[in-house]
C-alpha cells in the first residue's frame, strides 16, 4: 500500500517512506499547561492520534511522542512590545481566581509546578476522554520540559561548538539564523534580510542586546530572578520555547531524524522553522522527513476568542451533554488540510454518526494498536487514508457500507470494531450525561416511559400526550416503538 501525505517542507503530495522499515517514528507539539486546552488545540492534537491509530491498522508500530510545555515563557514579542507577562505566573492568577470562585481545587496556587501539574491533569484527563492514545502513556511519550532542561542545555552547547549559536553580553544565549542556509525553507520565510526589515522598526528591549540579526531567537536567558529556573553553563536561568522540542523530539525518540512532526499551522513560523535550525543544526542530519500540519479551526464560521463566547473547552462541551466520543468523532471528520468549521449542527450530525457505529457493535478492547482484517470495506476504508489521510472518502465508505448492513452479523460487528481501532468512538463515556441534578433522574424517566407505553394502550392518548410533553419540557426525547417507549437525552444545544 503507498501511503501519501502532503509534506509541507517541499510543498507535494509524498510517497511515505519511514526511515526504518515497518517503523514510524512521531513527535507532535503538545500543550502548553497554562490554562485547560480548548476544541481547536485538540483538532490538531488528534491529527497525531488519527496518524497514529492510522498506521497501527495497516500494520506499523509506531513510537510517538507528545511534549507538554510546562515552562512559564514570555515570548521575544511580549519582551520587545515592552510588557509580557510570564505565562505561568498568569496561570497562577487565573487558578487563584477561579479557586477564590470555588471552580478549582489547587493546594498551592503561588507554586508554578503545582500550577502546571493542575492543568496537566486536566489537559490529560480531556485527552483520555478523546480516545488519544498517548496520553495514556504519560510520562514516557508524553514528556515535561521542566524534566528534560539537561537535554536541552546538551543541545545548547552543541550548538555553540558548531557555530549557529552565541552568547551576548547579557548572558542570552541566541541562534545565528544567518549560519542556517536553510532557516526558512519550511516556511517560505527566505529571505532573511525580508524578516530583518519585518522586525526592522521594533526598539529591542536590554534584553535583546548583542542580538546579531532581529531574527536570531533566544536559546537560553540568563535570570535569576525567573520564575522558573536551572542552573547551565551560561549562567542560572531558562531555556527559549523552541529548543524544547527539537531536544525533547531527538532525547525522546533516540534518533537524529524522525519520519512525521505535526502540529498547528500556527506552528510553522516560526516555532517548527527554529526547531529544524536546532536540531539539524546540532546534528548535521535532516530533522524530519515529513511535516504535517492541521489548519485552523473555526467555531460557527467564526475565530475562536474568549470575548465571544464561542471558546470551547471539552468540559464546558461535556457540562452541555456533549458525548466526549461525539466530539472527537466531529472534530476528526474534518479533513486536516481543510478550514474546519465546529457547529452544533455538525455536533448533531457526528452524534447519529456514533449511534449508528453503537448500534452495530459494542466496544471491543483497544490495548494494543487494531489491525485491519481483510474485508473490502476495511480495505477501502484503509485506501482512502493512505491518500493523505481523506478521512471524508474513509467515512464515505463507511457509510456505504453501513447502508447496506440491515441485519448486522457478528462479522459486521467485528469490522466495525477493527475500524474503531481507527475511529475511537464506540466507548461511550459515562460522565457524557448531565448530572442528575438538572432534571429527572434515569429511573423516573424509566417509570414515566413505562407510564406512557400502558396509556398509549389503553388508548389514552390525552395521559401519553400529557407525558410526552413533561418529557420533552425536560429535554428528553421519547422514542415509541409498538412494544415499549424509550427516553433519551437529547444534548443541549443552542
Ligand atoms: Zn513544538
Request: some cysteine; charged content about 25%.
Amino acid at each position: 500500500m503507498d501511503i501519501r501525505f502532503y509534506n509541507t517542507l517541499t510543498r507535494r503530495v509524498e510517497v511515505f517512506q519511514p526511515v526504518t522499515p515497518g517503523v514510524v517514528r512521531m513527535y507532535h507539539c503538545g500543550p502548553t499547561v497554562y490554562d485547560y486546552a480548548h476544541i481547536g488545540n485538540f483538532r490538531s492534537f488528534l491529527l497525531g492520534d488519527l496518524l497514529r491509530r492510522f498506521f497501527e491498522f495497516v500494520g506499523f508500530r509506531v513510537d510517538q511522542v507528545m511534549n507538554i510545555t510546562d515552562v512559564g515563557h514570555m515570548t521575544e514579542d511580549d519582551r520587545a512590545d515592552g510588557g509580557g507577562q510570564d505565562k505561568m505566573e498568569l496561570a497562577a492568577q487565573r487558578l487563584k481566581q477561579a479557586k477564590k470562585q470555588g471552580a478549582a481545587d489547587v493546594d498551592n496556587p503561588d507554586d508554578p509546578y503545582r500550577v502546571a501539574q493542575f492543568f496537566i491533569e486536566a489537559f490529560l484527563e480531556d485527552a483520555k476522554l478523546l480516545g488519544m492514545k498517548v496520553a495514556d502513556e504519560y510520562p514516557q511519550q508524553m514528556p515535561r520540559a521542566t524534566e528534560n532542561v539537561n537535554r536541552m542545555i546538551e543541545q545548547i552547547g552543541r550548538l555553540i561548538e558548531a557555530g549557529h549559536a552565541y552568547l551576548t553580553d547579557v548572558g542570552a544565549v541566541y541562534y545565528d539564523v544567518a549560519s542556517f542556509p536553510d532557516y526558512g525553507k519550511l516556511s517560505g520565510n527566505t529571505d532573511l534580510a525580508q524578516l530583518n526589515a519585518g522586525a526592522g522598526g521594533r526598539v529591542l528591549d536590554e534584553h535583546q542586546q548583542g542580538k546579531r540579526h532581529p531574527a536570531d531567537f533566544l536559546l537560553w536567558k540568563h535570570d535569576e530572578k525567573h520564575l522558573m529556573k536551572w542552573d547551565s553553563p551560561w549562567g542560572v536561568g531558562y531555556p527559549g520555547w523552541h529548543i524544547e522540542c527539537s531536544a525533547m523530539a531527538l532525547g525522546t525518540l533516540g534518533v537524529d531524524t524522525l519520519d512525521i512532526h505535526t502540529g498547528g499551522e500556527d506552528n510553522i513560523f516560526p516555532h517548527h522553522e527554529c526547531e529544524i535550525a536546532q536540531a539539524t543544526g546540532a546534528t548535521g542530519k535532516p530533522f524530519a522527513n515529513y511535516w504535517l500540519h492541521a489548519r485552523h479551526l473555526f467555531v460557527e464560521g467564526e475565530k475562536m476568542s474568549k470575548s465571544k463566547g464561542n471558546f470551547h473547552t471539552l468540559r464546558d462541551l461535556m457540562q452541555r451533554g456533549v458525548d466526549p466520543a461525539v466530539l472527537r468523532f466531529a472534530l476528526l471528520g474534518a479533513p486536516y488540510r481543510q478550514n474546519a468549521n465546529f457547529t452544533f449542527k455538525g455536533l448533531e450530525d457526528a452524534e447519529k454518526q456514533v449511534r449508528r457505529l453503537r448500534g452495530i457493535a459494542p466496544p471491543a478492547p483497544q490495548g494494543a494498536g487494531v489491525q485491519m482484517g481483510d474485508s473490502a470495506v476495511e480495505r477501502a476504508f484503509a485506501d482512502a487514508l493512505a491518500d493523505d489521510l481523506n478521512i471524508s472518502a474513509a467515512l464515505g465508505e463507511l457509510n456505504k457500507w453501513m447502508g447496506a448492513v440491515h441485519t448486522s452479523t457478528a462479522d459486521d460487528a467485528a469490522i466495525v470494531q477493527r475500524i474503531d481501532g481507527v475511529l475511537g468512538v464506540l466507548h461511550a463515556h459515562q460522565s457524557a450525561k448531565p448530572p442528575a441534578a438538572e432534571g429527572p433522574g434515569d429511573a423516573e424517566l424509566d417509570a414515566l416511559c413505562r407510564q406512557m407505553h400502558q396509556a398509549r394502550m389503553n388508548k389514552d392518548y390525552a395521559e401519553s400526550d400529557a407525558i410526552r410533553d413533561q418529557l420533552t419540557a425536560a429535554g428528553i426525547e421519547v422514542q415509541i416503538s409498538k412494544d415499549r417507549v424509550t427516553w433519551r437525552r437529547k444534548m443541549k444545544l443552542d
